[in-house]
């Protein structure tokens, strides 16, 4: 079964700095979706990028931007240009391309980050 | 499109009461699944259908009982709420096996 880490259960960051999030995962398949979904105090569940594992580019979304290190097993979230509404709880999941895996997301315990202005 | 909807939004329950959790999407999304966020846990699987008719238990099933007679749908039962069971619960749907899934707003079940 996969599993997903995430191993800074809080971080903290000045408006306008950049500030990176860790998560590794432990699989055998060779083909996934990795995502980092955002959760603010309103409790709905954000998407805020998505890599595919075939790719070798990193995803990028405007501030948000992803390191992809497949052999590694780890797939870290950098917010640049950090500003008070990213303060959230992060949420790190993985979803399978298999049969009898792929109808669910794996994900991890979390990271809340706390921006300071 | 209203995408996925859950209802209530709160509720608070007795030991030993039942009572259903509803989730709707009108996008056809074939899977829909049932989630619990407790605190520092991440969220967790309960229950999962692929389509209608068809379902299959996550990873946290107990206590939780769910059906799907219609795409839309994809309901979750209480049969006897113990305070374990308090949580936040979210229902998704998904497209096949597509890479997104959609969340619905989350319901607060409180059991005392």
């Known amino acids: 079964a996969q599993t997903v880490t995430q191993s800074q259960p809080e971080m903290s960051v000045q408006e306008a700095e950049t500030v990176t999030l860790s998560c590794t995962y432990d699989t055998s398949e060779s083909d996934y979706y990795l995502f980092w979904y955002k959760q603010p105090p309103s409790r709905q569940m954000i998407l805020v990028i998505r890599q595919e594992a075939y790719k070798q580019q990193n995803a990028t979304e405007n501030r948000f931007s992803v390191n992809f290190q497949k052999a590694a097993k780890s797939f870290s979230l950098k917010i640049s240009d950090s500003q008070l509404g990213d303060a959230a709880m992060y949420f790190c999941?993985?979803?399978?391309?298999?049969?009898?895996?792929?109808?669910?997301?794996?994900f991890g315990k979390g990271t809340k980050l706390t921006v300071n202005p | 499109n209203a995408g996925v909807t859950q209802t209530p939004k709160f509720q608070v329950l007795k030991t030993g009461q039942s009572m259903t959790l509803q989730c709707a999407q009108d996008?056809?999304?074939?899977?829909m699944s049932w989630y619990r966020q407790d605190p520092g846990m991440g969220l967790r699987l309960i229950h999962y259908?692929?389509?209608?008719?068809i379902t299959d238990q996550g990873e946290v099933p107990n206590g939780y009982n769910v059906s799907r007679s219609t795409t839309e749908d994809f309901p979750l039962r209480l049969l006897s709420a113990a305070p374990s069971q308090t949580s936040v619960y979210f229902c998704a749907s998904s497209w096949g096996t597509g890479p997104l899934q959609y969340f619905g707003p989350g319901t607060r079940l409180t059991v005392l």
């Open positions: 996008m056809n999304h074939e899977y």
């Open positions: 259908s692929v389509g209608a008719g």
């Open positions: 999941a993985y979803r399978s391309l298999t049969q009898g895996g792929s109808e669910k997301l794996v």
